[in-house]
């Protein structure tokens, strides 16, 4: 098969691994529902967050086929997101001037609107890169 590209890093991958027991690599790697399991289990009472160190180059593989390539950065975007996101910096990368600001007066939307955010970021981004590339 040929690859589609390379729209999530592994180093990004792996350094989310290491606070992984809060699922941040499993979100980053387009798997919400796992993510928020790991979250509330704090990696499967750390089980599944140790397996994941092994997984990860295959999770890499599946997000490079599932998600766009395109001028909107997942890596950055998801660094934004994760530092920033109560401020919707992420979003003002991606082009969504009024929701970034909305984020910025409202802190994410009182933090749901982040929340959300981590369920959906990935999704967002290949919308926008379809639309421009």
């Not at 979250?39 to 599946?62: A, E, K, V």
């Not at 086929?65 to 109560?86: C, K, M, N, Q």
């Not at 969504?96 to 909305?102: A, M, P, R, S």
């Not at 933090?111 to 990935?122: I, K």
């Amino acid at each position: 098969m040929t690859r589609v590209g390379d729209t999530h890093s592994k180093v990004v991958g792996y350094a989310l691994w290491i606070v992984g027991f809060t699922g941040a690599h499993r979100f980053y790697y387009g798997k919400p529902v796992t993510g928020t399991l790991w979250f509330f289990t704090l990696g499967l009472l750390g089980i599944g967050w140790l397996i994941d160190l092994f997984l990860i180059p295959s999770m890499d593989r599946q997000a490079d086929y599932r998600f766009h390539e395109g001028p909107i950065d997942y890596s950055v975007a998801w660094i934004l997101l994760t530092f920033l996101g109560l401020f919707g910096v992420h979003r003002m990368y991606m082009g969504k001037w009024l929701t970034g600001i909305l984020y910025l007066l409202t802190l994410g939307l009182f933090g749901l609107g982040w929340l959300y955010d981590y369920w959906t970021l990935n999704d967002q981004i290949t919308v926008r890169n379809r639309a421009r590339g």
